[in-house]
């Protein structure tokens, strides 16, 4: 690795755009909170068109497919060619596709709806990532923490939203939710302008002093930390698609409670998204690694074996310890790839996700020909994944030595 300049980040805290920041997280709010309205529908999806487990995994596949496949290649493009105004461009497509969703007349147009779902995030999440960092000003875990903050908080928002109004009022009212998609085009049109009068200066700053590792560090990082993530993401998945499905069999509870009870696991993934960015900046981003992926494995084999309480307990702990990992494993990709932020934010907010979606499609196919609750036996293990944090490179020495004055 180069020798690199590490300046420390109470000095570039001054440098945060913290107005950028917000309107990048409030926008990644709404862009969660529209396309978390899926699974949370699930329940009158399945009874309105007689869909079985199968064919609900089969949506999510379509609408994180469509998401990951395009995801790493709008990276590549926004590398070498920033769109800042296509952030409003990609929430156009999640605009159309819940108004398509709200009328679908057969599951073809559910899925098509899904799949502009899945486009709008895919080209909402690599560029605004970017965005983020350069609107850091050195506090990069912080920065990502911040953005996630939006997205973690829109998953949570969205089944409590559904549960409120769209439950009692049927799909038509799916369309309501396209104001939201109106509001954050106009929002990151005004993100686009900051980005096109001061973001490229930020950028070209940015490109001088950035740290080489070598192709295997690179490649044994990326790898490492692209299997955390999908054990992670899928593992949340479940929670997402399924859980509602997994409380009403096991313990009997109506359809609006168990949106509760997923709006608590959402709710605790916001606040451990807050928590993990800045403790990576202080302390380092494997130790946070470490503690959410295999911390939450303690957890997560005692779920299928405890009572309603103590299943809604658990599972906020799930949820709060399991999501403090985002934005450390975001920042540390881009870190071990400097100068790409483009491309692995499209790999990690992309593939992995597309990954978890074929995941949710297969644990559907489990759910079917076994149980929910013998699905959810088989996911408690893939915490246990985990300990593959043992061989992620040693690569923030240099910038925690800078930290701490050393």
Same mark, same amino acid.
Request: charged share 10%; with cysteine.
């Given at each position: 690795?180069?020798?690199?300049?590490?300046?420390?980040?109470?000095?570039?805290?001054?440098?945060? +755009?913290?107005?950028?920041?917000? +309107?990048?997280?409030?926008?990644?709010?709404?862009?969660?909170?529209?396309?978390?309205?899926?699974?949370?529908?699930?329940?009158?999806?399945?009874?309105?068109?007689? =869909? @079985?487990?199968g064919q609900v995994g089969l949506i999510t596949?379509?609408?994180?497919?469509?998401?990951?496949?395009?995801?790493?290649?709008?990276?590549?493009?926004? @590398?070498?060619?920033?769109?800042?105004?296509?952030?409003?461009?990609?929430?156009?497509?999640?605009?159309?596709?819940?108004?398509?969703?709200?009328?679908?007349?057969?599951?073809?147009?559910?899925?098509?709806?899904?799949?502009?779902?899945?486009?709008? #995030?895919?080209?909402?999440?690599?560029?605004?990532?970017?965005?983020?960092?350069?609107?850091?000003?050195? *506090?990069?875990? =912080?920065?990502?923490?911040?953005?996630?903050?939006? /997205?973690?908080?829109?998953?949570?928002?969205?089944?409590?939203?559904?549960?409120?109004?769209?439950?009692? !009022?049927?799909?038509?009212?799916?369309?309501?939710?396209?104001?939201?998609?109106?509001?954050?085009?106009?929002?990151?049109?005004?993100v686009g302008f900051w980005y096109q009068h *001061?973001?490229?200066?930020?950028?070209?700053?940015?490109?001088?002093?950035?740290?080489?590792? #070598?192709?295997?560090?690179?490649?044994?990082?990326?790898?490492?930390?692209?299997?955390?993530?999908?054990?992670?993401?899928?593992?949340?998945?479940?929670? #997402?698609?399924?859980?509602?499905?997994? =409380?009403?069999? !096991?313990?009997?509870?109506?359809?609006?409670?168990?949106?509760?009870?997923?709006?608590?696991?959402?709710?605790?993934?916001?606040?451990?998204?807050?928590?993990?960015?800045?403790?990576? @900046? !202080?302390?380092? *981003?494997?130790?946070?690694?470490?503690?959410?992926?295999?911390?939450?494995?303690?957890?997560?084999?005692?779920?299928?074996?405890?009572? =309603?309480?103590?299943?809604?307990?658990?599972?906020?702990?799930?949820?709060?310890?399991?999501?403090?990992?985002?934005?450390?494993?975001?920042?540390?990709?881009?870190?071990?790839?400097?100068?790409?932020?483009?491309?692995?934010? /499209?790999?990690?907010?992309?593939?992995?996700?597309?990954?978890?979606?074929?995941?949710?499609?297969?644990?559907?196919?489990?759910? @079917?020909?076994?149980?929910?609750?013998?699905?959810?036996?088989?996911?408690?293990?893939?915490?246990?994944?985990?300990?593959?944090?043992?061989?992620?490179?040693?690569?923030? !020495?240099? *910038?925690?030595?800078?930290?701490?004055?050393?």
């Amino acid at each position: 690795m180069s020798s690199v300049s590490y300046a420390p980040q109470r000095q570039a805290a001054a440098g945060t +755009a913290f107005s950028v920041l917000a +309107a990048l997280s409030f926008c990644h709010m709404l862009n969660d909170m529209q396309q978390s309205l899926l699974p949370a529908i699930y329940p009158i999806i399945k009874d309105t068109y007689h =869909l @079985d487990f199968g064919q609900v995994g089969l949506i999510t596949l379509t609408s994180q497919i469509t998401a990951s496949l395009l995801q790493p290649l709008v990276g590549v493009f926004i @590398d070498r060619r920033p769109q800042p105004y296509s952030l409003s461009v990609g929430m156009a497509f999640t605009l159309v596709g819940l108004l398509i969703l709200s009328r679908a007349a057969n599951f073809q147009l559910l899925l098509a709806g899904a799949g502009m779902v899945g486009v709008g #995030s895919s080209v909402f999440h690599p560029e605004s990532s970017r965005i983020a960092r350069l609107a850091s000003g050195g *506090r990069h875990g =912080l920065a990502q923490s911040v953005f996630q903050l939006g /997205g973690n908080s829109g998953q949570a928002i969205g089944p409590l939203l559904a549960a409120l109004i769209i439950l009692p !009022r049927g799909l038509p009212s799916l369309a309501w939710f396209s104001l939201a998609a109106l509001t954050a085009i106009i929002v990151l049109a005004g993100v686009g302008f900051w980005y096109q009068h *001061r973001g490229v200066a930020v950028r070209a700053r940015k490109a001088a002093d950035l740290p080489a590792h #070598s192709p295997r560090v690179v490649a044994t990082g990326v790898t490492v930390l692209a299997t955390l993530m999908f054990s992670k993401t899928l593992y949340a998945t479940s929670f #997402s698609t399924f859980y509602i499905f997994y =409380l009403m069999h !096991r313990f009997g509870v109506s359809v609006v409670h168990a949106q509760y009870y997923l709006f608590a696991f959402l709710g605790a993934s916001a606040l451990g998204t807050v928590v993990g960015g800045p403790v990576g @900046d !202080r302390f380092g *981003r494997r130790y946070v690694i470490w503690f959410s992926i295999l911390g939450t494995l303690p957890f997560a084999a005692l779920l299928p074996f405890v009572g =309603l309480t103590t299943t809604a307990i658990l599972t906020i702990f799930i949820g709060l310890i399991i999501s403090s990992a985002n934005a450390a494993i975001l920042v540390y990709a881009q870190e071990l790839v400097p100068g790409r932020v483009g491309l692995v934010s /499209g790999i990690f907010f992309g593939f992995s996700f597309g990954l978890a979606g074929l995941g949710a499609a297969a644990l559907g196919r489990l759910a @079917d020909y076994t149980s929910i609750t013998w699905m959810y036996d088989f996911c408690a293990w893939l915490p246990a994944l985990g300990l593959l944090t043992w061989l992620l490179p040693d690569i923030e !020495r240099p *910038r925690l030595a800078a930290l701490r004055g050393k």
